[in-house]
């Protein structure tokens, strides 16, 4: 902030204290009239995912097509040097929900752990206050399942459809904001807190050359921002619009930055510097924010929780570790507080000294096995390691982050339980690890560190892509290649697994599953992986193994006992596998594919009662689950529940537009049911599917026969 404005400001409240001297009694009344008749504010969160601040024209960006948000910008607070607290997204965003930093609300790695329901939420606080709340999201990363749906009347994370999706289960912001503005069209009188996350910067980039022409060719990532500053622009035009721009606080918010080869690194995850680590962070609203604000002090994504709850002068019931900038954002002085960040995946993925930094005034220190002093002063690009050359600020800071990690809460997550896709997604985005996260232990021990492995990374996050483009044999020749230069790579072993498994090269795949678990046994989910090679090669008993030998490291594992009890159904042991998912069940009772296993299983031994009930779980806690609705179409056109099967049937479809199969047994129950209309454009849709299947044109024609036989009603 310039020195003009902070003496205005400071000026402006003193005179307001003169008042409330003066005039004590009506002064301080009329205060309190006015906070308690004010509307209370509602408020928009956009994360602009995997966005550096540097590449927005707000923050000093001259090539990209950003204006939109730079004008925004200028209209209320800005951030200049704002942190995330990791540079990935889950442990990020948890952290600006929750006001806590990731080794507190235990979410540190993507892909792994549910919030413990003992961590208030923003979300659930709001909506205590009698706040509508909704969120939109645009990549499975941030599914439901990890447990940030908390508080939300709506949690959009139906991110399976989309058109642009490079393989991945993400989708176009265009969609999300589609998404959210639907929503905001139905709202009631009550105030809203709306999340809008945004993905399109996320590699893999597209130079969108539709709407951009060659404008981004030589930079494809400065499309992804652009469109989705574009798609941004989008819901402050519906504020305005609706005249509700003045009393919406809207708050952008980076989850983390990206390499673009900075320090040879080109995605993020792995490393924490600046480039990945310092994000976009701006607010505004005209009713409580001066516009023009500019705050040099450097603050952290920890403060955007705590900020908010100040200005809704709503007390938490739990000590958040970040702060309140409110002060500072209505032209006061923010005092200097240190912040933290940390990277879990190099050791979460590869078993490597994770990272733990502390940016403190200048000086930014990174703990490691080899550690790294910077003066971001002197040296913003973080390219003179000081450590050894300036030992002493080195140990102060060294100090200073362990008292830090000292006065953290430690909390460890809960077990998410993810669905098959989910897996296999996360399987082919490199984020599935040996699991666990470090502990003091782990640290003192003499790990790899990161940075002997940056080339390597590089491939390893190329090969990512390609497999997820389902190019497997390039992702596999890259993968040998990281093989070859080191084997201390597990996460490389792992992928090389994966692609080979999803080549259909079976024998390879087993083979590069054992060899892993024999240089880390402690990559559990190994045998899990391994255990479906087994499957496919038709080896059940081994298959039943590796399960075996995951459940003896893991017994909580729900995700593994439902595997086996797959397994044990398919070797002709229904008793055990029943035990097998009910074990699954106790552990997590919520697992909604447990419940629809439960149920098949049930409905084979001729428990359709209770198979019923099961399915019905299922959809208690996913009541879009598929295949439940799928088999309770079955069971319940055996019960001879007709109609209740049909409306199954007809949610299948829904959910499923595409399934020969849904549409062609839905048509036939309809017309056994006499809704012939409805049933003949089941059959024809279900035609156009599968042409070559004869089918449904013979039940056409019956029912077209029959009608004009007079037989059966019409639809
Ligand atoms: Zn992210």
New binding site residues.
Partial sequence: MSANLLAVSLLRRRSAWFVVIGLASIAVAGVVYRSLSAPRPNIVLVTF??TRADRLGAYGYSQGLTTAFDEFAKQGVVFEEAYAPAP??LP?HATMLTGLYPPEHGLRINGSGKLDREIPVLTEILKEQGYDTGAFIA?V?LDSVYGLDRGFDVYDDNVGSSARHHGERRRDGQEVVDAALAWLRQRTEKPFFCWIHL?DA?APYDPRPETYQQQFSDNPYDAGVAWEVAQFARVTDYLKAEQLDANTVVVVAG??GEGLGEHQEFE?GMLVYNTTLEVPFVAVCPDHFQAGTRVETPVSVVDLTPTLLDLLRIPSSRPMTGRSLLAAMQGGVLEPRDCYAEAETPFSLNRWCPLRAVISDRWKYIQSTRPELYDLQQDPGELQNLAESDGETAERLSALLTEMEQQFVVTRSGDANLSDDDLANLQALGYVSGGATSDEQSREADLPDVKDFIPEVAKFEEAKHLSLEGKSDEAIALLKEVMQATDQFPAANLLLGDCLAQAGRLDEAAETYQRLLQSHPDFEKVHQSLSRVRVQQGRLEDAEQELRKLIGKSPDSAVARLDLAQVLSRLGRPGEAIEECREALHNSPEFAAAHVVLGQLLSATGKLGDATASFEQALRYDPDNLDAHVHLFFVLSQLGEFNTAIRHGQKAVELAPDSFENRFNLGVLLIAQGRNDDGILQLEAAEKLKPDDPRPRQHIEQAQQSRRRGIGGGG
């Fill in positions: 995912d995997t990935i997204t990020s990549a990363v993905y996320h989850d983390h993020h």
